[in-house]
C-alpha cells in the first residue's frame, strides 16, 4: 500500500495504523457483587463450550490463583489473569493476545470477573476493575445476578449497572439461585421489560452446585482431583446444569460481537536467543505448594531457562537444579507432611548455604522459616477447622517462627528492591500483591529485608523481602507480564558460573 507523504496540512498521512490479530470472540462473565455464583456458571460454561468441540481460552481478572486452576483442568489451556492495577493497557492486551495463540489459535475466550462489576482500587476510577477490563478488551459483559429472593428488584439491579458507566456494555443477564418456574418467570419478564437486556440463563438453586472452599478460596484443583473421588461427576453436573439452563448460541452471538483489539507494540512474550546449556529452575509443585501464574512460568522460559518440577511433600530429594522457586499455597495444611519430609528441608537447606539461587513467595517463604505454628483458637474462623494446632519444624533458611492467624492480609502492594536480588536490581520497583492469614515473628534485629513497600504490609514494618545469601522470600506476589525485569533478573542469577 503506497503511504501519503506527511504535509505540514496532512502531519499524520505518514503513520500506519496499528494492527489488529485475527477477532476472536470473547465474553466476560460479571456479577452484581461476590457470592453471586460466577465462577461455578464459568466453570459450567468453560466445560459445555469444550464438550461441544471449541478451543476454549479461559482468563481471569485480577490476582487468584485457585479459579484459574479449575478453568486449566476443563479447557486444556492455561487460565491467564488480567489486572488493571498491576498492568496498563497495553499488558493487558498483550496477555489476552498471546493467550488466544499461544497453545494453537482459540476460537472462543471467557472472561471471569472479580468481584462485582465495578469494585477496583479505589471508589472514583475503574482502575483494577473487571468494568476497566471490560473496556479495554473491547467486550461485552454478561451479568450474573443472584436472584435468590427477589424479582422485581432485580430490574432495578440491572438497571443500576447499565447505566452506571455507559461505556460498558452490558449484553445479558445469568439469573442464578432461582427457586422456580414461577420466580424465573416474573424476574426475566421485569429485567426484559424495564432494561431492555435480555436474560439468556435461569439458573435454579442447587446445593450440588457448591465446589469446597477454604480460607483462601476454593480448594485448588490439583489437590481437590487428588482427593476427591467424583472430581469429574462434579464438574459434568456443573457442565449439565448450565447447558441446561443457559442459552449457549445466544452467548457465542455475544461473544462475536466484540470489536477489533489493537496489538501491543511491546510484548512481553519474546524469546530471549540462548547460547550454550540452559540452566535449570526447579519449580516446587504440589498440594502445598501450587499458586504460580502461568506467566511467570512461561517467562522464566523465554527468558532461557528449563523448569524441573519436585514436589516437597512427596519427593525425597531436591532435583539437580540452578535454582529454586517455591511459590504460595497451603503448606499450613500439609505442616506434618512438610516436617516429616526432613531429606526435602536438609537438601534445600543445604542448597541455600551453599549460594543456590532461591525466589519463594507467601506460602515459600513460610516454608523457608524455621518453624510453622497452625491453626487459631476459634476454629470456625475462615474455615481454618481443617488445621489443627500444631508447631512444625521447616526449613531454616530463613529466620522466624510463622504463625497463622485470624488477620487475613489482602493488598496491592508498591514496592522498590532496595539491594540487588536474584530478581532485580536495586532500584527496580514493582507492582504486585498478597493475601495471607499468616505472620512471621522472631525475626532477629539484624535481619536482611531486600524490599522496601509504600503500600503493602509485607513481613515487618512495610519491608518484605527476607534475604539470607541468594535466597529471598516474600509475601508479595509478582505478575512477570506486569513486573518485567522478574524472569531476566531470575534466569541470569541462576546461570551464572
Request: aromatic content about 8%; glycine content about 10%.
Amino acid at each position: 500500500m503506497q503511504q501519503t507523504p506527511p504535509t505540514d496540512e496532512n502531519p499524520e498521512a505518514s503513520q500506519v495504523p496499528a494492527p489488529t490479530f485475527k477477532e476472536i470472540p470473547r465474553i466476560l462473565l460479571s456479577a452484581g457483587s461476590s457470592s453471586s455464583g460466577k465462577t461455578t456458571i464459568t466453570i459450567g460454561l468453560l466445560a459445555a463450550l469444550t464438550e461441544a468441540g471449541y478451543n476454549v481460552q479461559p482468563f481471569k481478572v485480577g490476582l487468584d490463583y485457585i479459579d484459574p486452576s479449575y478453568y486449566s483442568e476443563i479447557t486444556g489451556r492455561r487460565a491467564r489473569n488480567m489486572d488493571g492495577f498491576l498492568m496498563n493497557g497495553e499488558s493487558v492486551r498483550d496477555v489476552f493476545i498471546h493467550g488466544c495463540e499461544v497453545d494453537g489459535e482459540a476460537d472462543i475466550a471467557v472472561i471471569e470477573g472479580v468481584r462485582g462489576l465495578f469494585e477496583g482500587f479505589d471508589s472514583f476510577t475503574d482502575v483494577g476493575s473487571t468494568a476497566q477490563i471490560a473496556k479495554i478488551l473491547k467486550c461485552s459483559v454478561v451479568l450474573i445476578i443472584n436472584a435468590r429472593s427477589i424479582t422485581r428488584s432485580a430490574a432495578a439491579l440491572v438497571n443500576g449497572f447499565k447505566d452506571f458507566d455507559k461505556d460498558v456494555h452490558i449484553a445479558g443477564v445469568i439469573l442464578n439461585n432461582i427457586g422456580g418456574p414461577r420466580h424465573a418467570k416474573k424476574a426475566k419478564e421485569a429485567i426484559e421489560f424495564y432494561t431492555g437486556i435480555p436474560v439468556i440463563g435461569v439458573i435454579r438453586r442447587n446445593g450440588s452446585m457448591k465446589i469446597s472452599m477454604r480460607h483462601l478460596g476454593l480448594v485448588p484443583a490439583i489437590e481437590e482431583r487428588r482427593r476427591a473421588d467424583n472430581f469429574d461427576e462434579r464438574i459434568t453436573f456443573i457442565r449439565d446444569t448450565i447447558k441446561e439452563g443457559v442459552d449457549i448460541d445466544r452467548l457465542l452471538e455475544i461473544a462475536h460481537n466484540a470489536q477489533p483489539l489493537e496489538k501491543p507494540a511491546n510484548t512481553a512474550f519474546l524469546a530471549k536467543e540462548t547460547h550454550g546449556e540452559r540452566p535449570v529452575i526447579g519449580i516446587a509443585l504440589d498440594e502445598a505448594f501450587n499458586f504460580y501464574y502461568h506467566d511467570n512460568l512461561e517467562l522464566l522460559q523465554l527468558a532461557g531457562a528449563d523448569l524441573r518440577y519436585f514436589s516437597p511433600i512427596h519427593d525425597s530429594k531436591l532435583p539437580d537444579v540452578d535454582g529454586l522457586y517455591i511459590g504460595g499455597g497451603y503448606p499450613e495444611l500439609f505442616a506434618a507432611e512438610l516436617e516429616d519430609n526432613v531429606s526435602m528441608r536438609e537438601d534445600i537447606l543445604t542448597a541455600s548455604r551453599s549460594g543456590l539461587p532461591i525466589y519463594a513467595e507467601c506460602g515459600g517463604l513460610m516454608y523457608l522459616t524455621e518453624k510453622l505454628t497452625t491453626g487459631v483458637k476459634d476454629k470456625g474462623t475462615y474455615h481454618m477447622a481443617e488445621m489443627p494446632e500444631s508447631t512444625h519444624e521447616m526449613v531454616g533458611a530463613l529466620p522466624g517462627h510463622t504463625l497463622m492467624g485470624h488477620k487475613r492480609v489482602v493488598s496491592y502492594n508498591i514496592g522498590s528492591l532496595e539491594i540487588d536480588t536474584v530478581i532485580g536490581k536495586r532500584g527496580n520497583s514493582f507492582r504486585g500483591h498478597e493475601f495471607h492469614h499468616s505472620e512471621v515473628t522472631d525475626i532477629p534485629r539484624d535481619a536482611k529485608f531486600s524490599i522496601k513497600l509504600s503500600r503493602g504490609t509485607g513481613i515487618v514494618d512495610g519491608w518484605d523481602g527476607l534475604t539470607v545469601n541468594n535466597t529471598l522470600g516474600c509475601y508479595a506476589h509478582l505478575v512477570a507480564s506486569s513486573y518485567r525485569e522478574f524472569a531476566g533478573s531470575f534466569v541470569e542469577s541462576v546461570g551464572r558460573e
